[in-house]
């Protein structure tokens, strides 16, 4: 199982967007409607931003945003706020066997 | 409140066998699956594989099949992730965590522990 594909690195200045993408393929993004997204601070667990695509855990601000399209689902974050720099990671259920995959990670900059 | 609290720090020699642990509260422990999740130093994460304590049922990433062995103790909550002969190359922080968001037990990585790391270095 391959890992899912994404931009080494985005950057953004305060109060702008900036969107992430995660490309996988029809065994995992494509077939599913179970793309997650989390932030990881240096040091820190991760943690869950996005769920099914496009829900918010209870907590996560509506800056936070996620949408699928075929195999590439995306993370859209407005209004850049400096704690929002940080590693995003998404991940993928890839079926009962393979069960999840993750991207390979993203280093957001808020400059 | 969910919760999963992992065991310390380790380290280890090449060859030396670990078993590091993930103690779960706040959740019917066994209706939920726990995954394990390795994050190399200056790497992503990777998933390695699931457990669900309510018969035991695990899946293991092709990558990390045979490499490692997760289970659990239901009477203690605690799910366990082990090797018998460790590497240099399994220095990495580990993960554990709970699927699914809320009551829901189907869902993603959602609770997260707060990571073990192990060196393994002779």
């Known amino acids: 199982q391959s890992a899912l594909t994404q931009p080494r690195s985005v950057s953004g200045s305060p109060g702008q967007s900036v969107t992430i993408s995660c490309t996988g393929s029809?065994?995992?993004?494509?077939?599913?409607?179970?793309v997650s997204w989390y932030q990881q601070h240096p040091g820190k667990a991760p943690k869950l931003t996005i769920f099914d695509v496009s829900k918010r855990p209870s907590g996560v601000p509506d800056r936070f945003s996620g949408s699928k399209s075929g195999n590439t689902a995306s993370l859209s974050i407005s209004g850049l706020q400096t704690e929002d720099e940080a590693d995003y990671y998404c991940c993928s259920y890839a079926g009962t066997y393979a069960s999840w995959v993750f991207g390979g990670g993203t280093k957001l900059s808020v400059l | 409140e969910v919760q999963l609290v992992q065991s310390g720090a380790e380290v280890k020699k090449p060859g030396e066998s670990l078993k590091i642990s993930c103690k779960a509260s706040g959740y019917s422990f066994t209706n939920y699956w726990i995954v394990w999740v390795r994050q190399m130093p200056g790497k992503g994460l990777e998933y390695m594989g699931v457990f669900y304590p309510g018969d035991s049922d695990t899946r293991y990433s092709p990558s990390f099949q045979g490499q490692v062995t997760i289970s659990a103790d239901k009477s203690i909550r605690t799910a366990y992730l082990q090797w018998s002969s460790l590497k240099a190359s399994d220095t990495a922080m580990y993960y554990c965590?709970?699927?699914?968001?809320?009551?829901?037990?189907?869902?993603?990585?959602?609770?997260w522990g707060q990571g073990t790391l192990v060196t393994v270095s002779s």
């Open positions: 965590a709970r699927l699914g968001v809320g009551e829901t037990a189907a869902g993603p990585p959602s609770y």
């Open positions: 029809s065994s995992d993004v494509g077939s599913y409607n179970y």
